[in-house]
């Protein structure tokens, strides 16, 4: 940050960045964004300010803001770990050809698994919008299917295959997508609506790895609203029915 801000003010630019992380950290965007600009205007070409600036755009529904920002970030640091915010940009703009070859940059790329599911998720949508099934189902076959604990990024992507098989007309198997979700979380998303739709059956307990079974809680997915039910608000997942939105997430540093 010392290199990169005006005048010496390095440790006044990291400051508002640390505020503005905590305010998204709290899901105050406008906080965070107030936060960010002051500081980009310190350090115009800090990777982290444009980020930290990008994310709370994005978060606020300014796409097209969020998207060049993001973009700056993208080209300054050389780093791909936000391009499925840039993606999901491009499908909220109406461009969701733009959006897949980025998604996939990402899910090749050696970034956090989180970011990795949220490409696939925003890749896989872009192409369900296209009417490119297959093609989505693959995309997502590159996110692999965890061993052990499943985490809620993967039930964002194994929500996305489910429905990407129902949109092409293989319920049988977006059934068994939607079940396979609701036996690690009963109240995921909206997965006990789509179920039924599909006339499928809701597990009512999942098995507990030490024996017996037990209640899984509501998941803590970002973006999905209380009790672990999604958004259904327009935006960049219109696409997908009922999916969570991608959010971005504050930087660590």
Known sequence: MARTARGGRGREAAALLERAADHLARDDARGALDAAERAKGLAPRSPTAREVLGIALYRLGRFHDAMRELSTYRRISGRVDQNHLIADCHRALGAPERAVPL????????IPAEHR??????????LADLGRFAEALALLGRYPEPAGSVRPHDLRVLY???DVLERAGRRGDAAEAFARIARHDPDAFDVAERLRRLGGALPARAADPN???????PSRVRGSGSGGSPSHS???????????RSRGRPPAD
């Open 103 to 110: 998604a996939a940059e990402a899910l090749g790329a050696a």
């Open 117 to 126: 599911a949220e490409a696939a998720v925003v890749g896989a949508s872009a």
């Open 160 to 162: 996305v295959k489910a």
């Open 211 to 217: 024996g017996g079974s037990r209640r899984v809680r």
């Open 234 to 244: 327009s935006g960049p997942t219109r696409g997908v029915r009922g999916a969570p």
